[in-house]
């Protein structure tokens, strides 16, 4: 069974820069995508960064691109994935999630069928 740790969630103020970390284990895919979505308090989930293995380029959304990274590390055994976000605005406060999915996957909900317990991200004006 994949187990997904999520790690990173602070309050901050605005302009200033956050990194989440998630490490999964017991992806059992060849080939998988893993992904960053977030969860603002009563709206609906969204991707933020997407990356694949075997690699290929990663994906971001509209909101956060330029000043974001997503960043790979690992095997299937154990993938660690870190999301590194600069310039926090109030509009990334949200819960950030951590998924799996088997194969070549965007930054749409489906297909992803594990996911962390979340980490929680607070940008204050």
């Known amino acids: 069974r994949v187990q997904l740790v999520e790690s990173g969630g602070d309050s901050v103020q605005t302009g200033r820069s956050l990194r989440l970390s998630c490490t999964a284990s017991?992806?059992?895919?060849?080939?998988?995508?893993m992904a960053w979505f977030r969860q603002p308090a009563g709206k609906e989930r969204e991707g933020v960064a997407v990356?694949?293995?075997?690699?290929?380029?990663?994906?971001?959304a509209d909101s956060v691109q330029g000043r974001s990274t997503i960043a790979q590390n690992g095997t299937e055994k154990m993938m660690t994935i870190t999301l590194h976000m600069d310039n926090l605005r109030p509009e990334d406060t949200a819960m950030y999630y951590c998924?799996?999915?088997?194969?070549?996957?965007?930054?749409?909900?489906?297909?992803?069928?594990?996911w962390g317990q979340g980490t929680q991200v607070t940008v204050s004006s």
């Open positions: 998924a799996v999915a088997p194969g070549y996957r965007n930054l749409g909900t489906f297909g992803y069928n594990y």
């Open positions: 017991g992806i059992v895919y060849n080939i998988f995508t």
């Open positions: 990356v694949y293995s075997p690699r290929r380029p990663p994906l971001y």
